[in-house]
């Protein structure tokens, strides 16, 4: 009996010591994993140019939007000027519901539509992550950019470190809603007021990005249909400091009745300056809501003095050439 029972003792501290040994071999085996894929993703794209992740559910920001044109004879230049509040409520699981409005200070030449208060972007936005199948989307709905409304699709698929394919899909029609200070309204702009079709207009763009890391340059080749119907193919090459970018790009597009360009060829340059995020927070326990500037300050400087060929929309109010429109986990 004695012997049976050392025998069971013996049989049970094996068995536990196997169980332990291969708990501590799952436990290790799984942290490697999590240490390999953390390590895979921060080599997937470089980190400055991800989009940032809020700390707190609500930011609320304001900004200053800037229009200058050297078109006319009698000014130097025709300037418009406007402030951006706007607000982001991350409602988690990769929602967002993002709105901004424009408040007009100074108009100088520019159409007398502008001098209205509108709101400029209502979106809801849902990002969709495949990691394993290096698949990225963003569905947007609402509002956008450029006087647009309707619904937009953007897909990125980094391919390994340093080649990434993306493109973007939308069907959109053209909207604003605007009031000037003494309560008039418009719903509904002329359309001979900015040329643009009242229908509804698919648009569709594909494109590639190639980053030289060891000299954080990145070159980016878009082409496809936009906004007013037009055809073109961009190439830009954009050069990335540590809260700057600088670009240089040229364009060649198709024209149309809705492009006044006489020249079917074009560029100029971007100036994108990141600005700091952390703002003022609210003095609740989990830090709701943060107060903070706009995230980053453009510029934009283009040859020709008819800006309308390959024009789009944006989904979110502070979108730039810098920053991906959605991250790459």
């Known amino acids: ?43 997937i794209w470089p980190a400055k ?41 991350n409602m988690g699981k990769d929602w967002q519901l993002a709105a901004q409005a424009w408040l007009p200070i100074d108009n100088n030449g520019y159409d007398k539509r502008y001098n209205m208060i509108r ?40 391919v390994n470190s340093w080649l990434m394919l993306q493109a ?13 200070w003494d309560g008039t309204y418009e719903s509904e702009f002329k359309e001979e007021q900015n040329n643009m079709p009242k229908e509804w207009v698919p648009t569709g763009v594909l494109g590639a ?7 954080d340059t990145e070159f980016v080749l878009t082409g496809g249909r936009y906004l007013r119907k037009d055809v073109g193919v961009q190439m830009e090459v954009m050069r990335h400091f540590k809260y700057c970018t600088v670009s240089l790009y040229a364009q060649k597009h198709e024209k149309n009745d809705f492009v ?13 300056v990141m600005l700091d995020r952390k703002g003022w927070n609210t003095k609740t326990k989990d830090k709701m809501v943060t107060f903070r500037p706009a995230s980053n300050f453009r510029l934009t400087y283009i040859a020709q003095s008819d ?14 050439e810098r ?3 959605m991250r790459i986990y």
């Open 49 to 89: 140019v991800q989009p940032k992740i809020s700390d707190t559910p609500v930011d609320i920001f304001c900004g200053m939007d800037l229009h200058y044109a050297d078109v006319n004879f009698l000014r130097l230049y025709n300037t418009l000027v406007y402030l951006t509040p706007g607000i982001k409520w």
């Open 307 to 320: 800006a309308n060929a390959m024009r789009m929309y944006t989904t979110d109010p502070e979108e730039n």
């Open 209 to 215: 990005r190639v980053y030289l890391r060891p000299w």
């Open 119 to 158: 709101l400029s972007t209502l979106a809801l936005s849902k990002e969709l992550h495949f990691p394993s199948a290096r698949q990225h989307l963003k569905l947007s709905a609402g509002l956008f950019g450029k006087e647009r409304w309707g619904a937009d699709i953007k897909w990125m698929m980094p």
């Open 1 to 43: 009996m004695t012997d049976r029972l050392s025998y069971v003792t013996i049989r049970e501290h094996l068995l536990i010591m196997l169980l332990f040994c291969s708990g501590i071999l799952t436990v290790s085996a799984q942290v490697q994993t999590s240490e390999c894929l953390q390590k895979q993703a921060s080599e």
């Open 323 to 325: 920053v991906l429109p």
């Open 260 to 272: 006044k360009w006489n020249d079917k060829e074009s560029g100029g340059f971007k100036i994108i």
């Open 168 to 180: 973007q899909a939308g069907l959109t029609q053209r909207w604003a809603l605007g009031f000037d």
